[in-house]
């Protein structure tokens, strides 16, 4: 209780806060000497605290209005007396001309001394201001938390901003004009700019106070940061500005007609005013002069820059210009991301570049198929060459297009900086121009084919597993680029079962290799039959071996047995010329085979169908080969040995001659009647025999390149070879190379009628997944469907569709929309 | 331990408040604040004739209307935002380049307990669980026109 009495709270005392300067005039006389004596920048000798107390207990003494409106009042006269003086006596009459009278160059540089002394006695003006008013505002920071808590009014220092912008930029520089500080200033600044552009240095900190003076001017006392004057005014003049000067310069750059230095430029330029809003100007400013560099400078021109006559994408693209090519890139990209004419531009090169390696290819077979049709056809020989030239020519083709590639490849990877819609137009120009065809004639699945064939016979000898691999992976981008994959897997089969079947096949290890990848490319239904073919393959080595086995276990060792490698192939899963013996319709029978043939082959047969119980043989006479030693009679009475590799036919031929006396003939007739071998096959085996020079193992009379009915064939005992090994090829038919149109033909009637089967099955199988489905939703369905290997013909879609129904496998269920339904 | 001829009545020993009795003399006083370290270097090397260092020093001199001096570290002032302007080095006032601000209406017996205050704000700046700080009744009013003139 006690305790409470003594602590009595202290009244605060009064005599220590207001009594001495309660007068406010007084105190406000005082206030505003030491005001002026800071902005004359003299207030070292000041007391802070004097002041604040003095004013203090004016807002204390409830004069804070008053008190801020004094002081309001003094500032205006200051910034309208001393600070506007100051400034409009820097501005010299030359900064009033108009623009357009400042092209003169000395004018120009009069001009810019005296705009730099404005804007230098601007900046200290302002600078100044800002480090006056902080004081200032300090010093009255009572009574600035004061009225801005109770007034609601802008502190001091934003009052007094806001009256350096009214009283000092927005004043006329004369009462006579409308010309404020702030229009000099702006065009001042924008000349400035207009200097550096054109190669000028110009004083880059000095504009950038000027423009830090902008920046921190608002329009309004709340002081949004979209208010500021900055913003608002300047900002406004200098795109405009901007926009004019790139217009121009785009212009001028066009004229002078190098894409390669307007792309150069613009680059530069677009660096340049982005320093420039660093180091001159404002950051604010970065992203909307880059605006109007894209679409004064870039967008606008950039399509007829891409297109310029001699020095656009199309130069650069032949010269391989990376960084030309680049830069275009990375401009286009600014503006469009779909860089349109960069795009067009480059997919109408690829295209054009593709249709002369196209047209090249075609060239030289038609050159070649005409010099080889002049010929009768049944001169076999001079026509050998050409068409060899035409699987360099395809194999060129292939060729070309990989380098193609490989250029375009490169140029996407460094240049376009690998990017998306680049590579998608480049696949898609490829894809146009290799299954481009004239006439609906598209070789590009056989010429890539040979290649492959090519590569693995020949090309492939003596490189490393690495070369190997580039080499077939090249192979396979351009089997993405085709669509009818279909052909090609029907060539690509041709050629490897003859690769397969003479042995031609470098490397066994670079064709799975090669099924590998197609198989990754294409999928699993894709490599299937090319799988089995090589399974095959296997099965018949193994077969061989325990057949060879069986035999030496068997029979009587001391006999002279023909040895017998044999390949099974399942019927189904090889190319059906090989197969069919029936040719045009009419059934061929199989050849007669000389008696020790025969009994092998007998041998086998029940070797085999012992093993394998209800399978049917049929022995393929045509695709063979066979070793045989041959003895050559010379007239002197010496022997001469040699061993002949020559196909089954000629073997069986030549066997014939065992029977026939020395010295004697047969006909032609009589060989065919004999042997039964088909008059084609013949043919070739009698011409590789009897007419080609270095393997002349019959003589034939009369001595022609033609074979015809009635000539006559005599063993040739004066045969000559330097080699103890002759291999004696078939005329034709053995090397893999491009089809004549006959051939194509067929090839083509083949395909449609296996397309015809793969359409109907897959009309079908969606069928019978839907029931019941509209007509155009069906088709959409098979071409997506098929698209994975070829690209099926809507007409025989249609066809197919017809068919189906008439088999009763669909019905139409409603004619509007056509509907069919699936019949179980 | 503690002199306390300003206010007999405050008898509350603080370890964070050490006026150095050898320097104790009324009216014209200094005390010695120290923070939560103490000082490296010794108040009286400050002089006016210096003012570079001055305002750079790490100690500023609080004068109460009634000529008592209180020292006490700069940073520990600067709680109170006109103390802090005062002595802005960028405004070139007096106080600025003495590194002695005058207050001319607050009598040494509140700026004792003022810069008590600082002290003991800049000792529980971080921490969570703050004792209270002791505020004699009888000082509360003159303490608060203190607060609202040193805007602290």
């Known amino acids: ?824 | 331990m503690i002199i306390t001829h300003l206010s007999p009545a405050r008898l509350v020993p603080l370890p964070y408040f050490h006026p150095i009795p050898s320097l104790s003399f009324a009216p014209s006083t200094t005390y010695l604040f120290i923070g939560t370290s103490p000082p490296p270097t010794p108040p009286h090397t400050m002089s006016a004739s210096d003012p570079s260092s001055s305002s750079q020093s790490e100690y500023v001199t609080l004068v109460s209307g009634d000529g008592f001096e209180f020292v006490i570290p700069r940073s520990t002032a600067c709680v109170s935002g006109t103390i802090r302007r005062m002595l802005e080095p960028s405004s070139r006032f007096s106080e600025s380049v003495t590194g002695r601000c005058v207050l001319e209406n607050i009598s040494g017996i509140v700026l004792e307990k003022v810069c008590e205050y600082f002290c003991y704000n800049e000792k529980n700046k971080n921490q969570t669980y703050v004792p209270d700080m002791d505020i004699p009744p009888e000082l509360c009013l003159e303490l608060l026109m203190a607060a609202d003139y040193l805007d602290a």
């Not at chain 1, 000798?45 to 004013?55: D, G, H, Q, V």
């Not at chain 1, 038609?366 to 010929?375: E, F, L, N, Q, Y």
């Not at chain 1, 079947?501 to 066994?508: A, N, P, T, Y």
């Not at chain 1, 051939?743 to 069928?767: D, F, L, N, P, Y």
């Open chain 1, 1 to 824: 209780m006690s305790l409470r009495a003594r602590n009595k709270i202290r009244a605060p005392r009064r005599g220590m806060t207001g009594s001495k300067t309660n007068d406010f005039e007084t105190s406000w006389a005082e206030l505003s000497t030491s005001l002026k004596k800071i902005h004359t920048k003299d207030a070292s000798a000041l007391s802070f605290e004097e002041i604040y107390r003095k004013s203090y207990n004016i807002v204390l003494g409830m004069r804070g209005t008053e008190l801020y409106e004094r002081i309001q009042q003094l500032e205006r006269e200051w910034l309208d007396t001393e600070v506007h003086k100051l400034v409009t006596g820097a501005i010299s009459p030359s900064l009033l001309l108009a623009k357009q009278l400042v092209d003169a160059q000395d004018q120009a540089n009069e001009r810019r001394d005296a705009g730099e002394r404005f804007l230098a006695v601007l900046k200290e003006a302002w600078e100044d201001h800002q480090l006056c008013m902080k004081m200032i505002t300090d010093v009255l920071m009572y009574m600035d938390r004061v009225m801005s808590t109770d007034h609601r009014k802008p502190s001091i220092y934003v009052a007094s901003m806001a009256l350096f912008r009214d009283h000092v930029l927005r004043a006329p520089i004369r009462p006579d004009t409308t010309t404020s500080v702030y229009d000099v200033l702006e065009s001042t600044v924008l000349f400035m700019l207009q200097l550096e552009r054109s190669g000028h240095i110009i004083d880059r900190p000095l504009i950038r106070h000027c423009v830090y003076m902008l920046e921190g001017l608002y329009e309004t006392i709340t002081e949004e940061e979209s208010s500021k004057l900055y913003l608002t005014v300047f900002e406004p003049a200098f795109l405009e500005a901007s926009k004019k000067f790139y217009q121009a310069e785009g212009r001028r750059l066009l004229e002078t007609g190098d894409a390669a230095t307007f792309c150069k430029v613009a680059t530069e330029r677009l660096s340049e005013e982005t320093e420039r809003c660093i180091d001159t100007l404002s950051s604010l400013s970065k992203t909307k002069i880059k605006d109007v560099l894209d679409n004064e400078l870039i967008k606008n021109n950039i399509a007829e820059v891409v297109n310029l006559e001699g020095t656009g994408v199309r130069t650069m693209l032949d010269n391989d210009r990376i960084d030309n090519l680049r830069s275009v890139y990375v401009l286009s990209a600014r503006v469009d991301s779909k860089k349109t004419p960069l795009t067009t531009a480059v997919q109408r090169r690829i295209v054009e570049m593709g249709k002369e390696i196209n047209a090249s290819a075609i060239a030289s077979q038609v050159s070649t198929s005409a010099a080889g049709k002049k010929p009768e056809p049944g001169e076999k020989k001079p026509a050998e060459k050409p068409v060899n030239q035409q699987t360099v020519a395809a194999i060129k083709w292939v060729d070309d297009i990989l380098r193609l590639k490989q250029k375009f490849d490169n140029i996407w990877e460094n240049a376009f900086e690998s990017d998306q819609v680049l590579q998608s137009a480049i696949t898609s120009s490829f894809s146009e121009f290799i299954n481009f065809s004239q006439g609906g004639d598209s070789r590009s699945s056989e010429y890539l084919s040979l290649f492959f064939d090519e590569n693995l016979k020949k090309g492939i000898k003596g490189k490393t597993d690495a070369e190997i691999d580039i080499l077939l992976d090249n192979g396979i981008t351009l089997l993405r680029y085709i669509k009818d994959k279909d052909m090609f897997e029907a060539y690509y089969k041709k050629h490897l079962s003859r690769r397969l079947l003479m042995k031609r096949s470098v490397s066994m290890d670079a064709e799975r290799q090669m099924i590998s990848k197609m198989k990754m490319e294409v999928g699993n239904q894709f490599t299937q039959r090319l799988e089995s073919m090589f399974k095959d393959m296997t099965i018949s080595e193994d077969l061989t071996s325990s057949y060879k086995e069986h035999m030496r276990q068997s029979s009587d060792p001391d006999q002279k047995r023909i040895e017998l490698d044999i390949n099974v192939l399942t019927s189904t899963m090889w190319p059906m010329e090989i197969m069919s013996n029936a040719r045009n319709d009419e059934v061929q029978l199989p050849p007669i085979l000389p008696k020790e043939v025969d009994s092998v082959k007998q041998s086998f047969e029940q070797f085999y169908l012992g093993k394998h119980n209800g399978r049917k043989l049929s022995w393929q006479a045509s695709m063979g080969t066979a070793d045989i030693r041959a003895t050559f009679q010379r007239a002197n009475g010496k022997v001469q040995r040699h061993e002949l590799n020559v196909s089954t036919y000629a073997m069986i031929i030549l066997l014939l001659f065992n029977d026939v006396p020395t010295g004697e003939s047969l006909t032609y007739t009589e060989i065919q009647e004999r042997t039964r071998i088909p008059d084609h096959d013949l043919i070739r085996n009698l011409q590789s025999l009897a007419v080609a020079p270095k393997t002349r193992v019959l003589k034939k009379d009369p001595m022609s390149k033609d074979v015809k009915p009635t000539d006559k064939f005599v063993f040739n005992n004066e045969f000559q070879s330097p080699f103890m090994k002759v291999r004696i090829g078939v005329v034709s038919g053995s090397a893999n190379k491009v089809e004549n149109q006959d051939q194509r033909k067929e090839t083509e009637k083949k395909m449609s009628e296996e397309r015809g089967a793969s359409i109907e099955a897959a009309i079908v199988r969606i069928m019978k997944q839907r029931k019941t489905l509209i007509h155009s939703q069906l088709m959409t369905e098979v071409l997506s469907q098929l698209s994975a290997r070829f690209v099926p013909d809507v007409n025989m879609i249609k066809k197919r569709i017809e068919s189906l129904i008439d088999r009763e496998y669909l019905e139409r269920v409603e004619e509007d929309p056509p509907t069919y339904g699936y019949v179980a």
